[in-house]
């Protein structure tokens, strides 16, 4: 059995967002008849925070589960103990098949292919104006890393009190990206957080960011009413840079979920397959089936220059392909 990363069970799935994919599934297997249904909310030194009905119910893997792991948004089915009271531990012993996975490369700190979010639909790639500089090689690398697994992506431009966003978004034009321009005025007192939370009804959205470009001020405004009441307390209290795993938080309309990453210093693209990457370019899908095996569709042979020249699509948006294509080889400050 692998260990880590390209399970076949995970590489099937790779399927359109699933817009109602926050309920559990509801077919249990007969061997756990008792199972509850829960959703994992975070994970902590081994321990799964995971949410049942209303329960933050604290589990560990049962050991049938073996070498698979469950992530943050997974679907998994829990016995034993499932009053959520303090000192009790429940027991995981399904994962349900995912909808998405979004990964993270193996990098020199941890050698292991990891999934870091399942299930999410949606990847809100958060990049300041200024303070710090975008770099839109990283966020092109999200890009990379979203439409990889199958997540619509959206980007939140902050701090537009420092720069205007305009400039910016020429460049992904092309891409037809959907964007929210937010600051941290606008976030306490406008209407920016209605206006991300618009973006993020019903879905499951993970949140990336460099560190500094204020995606804690951004993930507060959205999820502020429930955090100050909600069950999701006994998960929140977790210390910011003791832990590597990703939270999920409820939109307080009850209907949605943010999913808080760790910053992401560099996003790793070992992992991509650079024909699913594809999938999110359907004007050009088509003209691949001319390429050569395994091509790169940035070499001589390549169908597309000629599927662009003929008129099958706009050229612009094969120079973005490739332009995303390309970030996957590392450079220097990635
Ligand atoms: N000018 C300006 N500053 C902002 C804005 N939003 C956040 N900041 C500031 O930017 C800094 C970083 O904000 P955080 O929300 O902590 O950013 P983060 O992305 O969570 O960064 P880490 O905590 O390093 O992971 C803080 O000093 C914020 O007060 C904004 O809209 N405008
Ligand atoms: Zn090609």
């Keep these: 059995m692998r260990r880590y990363g390209k399970n ?76 959520g009271a303090k000192d009790t531990l429940a027991r995981i012993v399904r994962v349900e098949e995912r909808s998405s996975v979004l990964r993270r490369t193996a990098d020199d700190d941890d050698p292991y292919e990891r999934v870091v979010v399942a299930n999410a639909d949606q990847l809100a790639i958060v990049t300041a104006l200024a303070d710090p500089e975008p770099r839109p090689r990283l966020i092109d690398r999200c890009l990379v890393a979203a439409f990889d697994a199958g997540l619509e992506p959206l980007l939140v431009l902050t701090k537009s009190d420092l720069a205007p966003a305009e400039k910016l978004m020429e460049s992904y034009g092309s891409f037809g990206i959907r964007y929210v321009v937010t600051s941290r005025e606008e976030l306490t007192e406008g209407d920016a957080a209605d206006r991300v939370r618009e973006k993020l009804e019903g879905r499951i959205t ?22 100050a009441t909600g069950h999701v307390n006994a998960v929140t209290g977790r210390g910011r840079h003791t832990t590597t795993s990703a939270l999920a938080l409820p939109l307080p309309t009850g209907s949605g979920w943010v999913i808080d990453t760790p910053g992401v210093r560099s996003f790793g693209l070992n992992h ?21 095996r395994a091509c790169s569709h940035d070499e001589p042979d390549c169908a597309l220059d000629a599927w662009v020249t003929d008129g099958h699509a706009d050229p612009q948006r094969l120079y973005s392909l490739r332009r995303l294509l390309s970030t996957r080889e590392r450079r220097e400050g990635d």
């Design 272 to 292: 991509i397959d650079p024909s699913r990457v594809i999938h999110a370019f359907p004007d050009l899908e088509p003209g691949t089936e001319g390429c050569p």
């Design 206 to 227: 993970a949140f990336v960011g460099h560190s500094g470009v204020g995606k804690t001020t951004l993930v507060n405004a959205l999820v502020e009413r429930q955090r």
């Design 8 to 83: 076949p069970d995970e590489d099937d799935v790779r399927v359109r967002p699933n817009r109602k994919g926050n309920r559990p599934r509801t077919t249990i297997r007969p061997k756990h008849e008792d199972a509850a249904e829960g959703f994992v909310l975070t994970v902590d030194r081994g321990r799964l925070h995971v949410l049942i009905e209303d329960r933050t119910v604290v589990a560990m893997k049962a050991r049938e589960l073996g070498r698979k792991s469950a992530v943050v948004g997974d679907r998994v089915a829990v016995v034993g103990d499932l009053s």
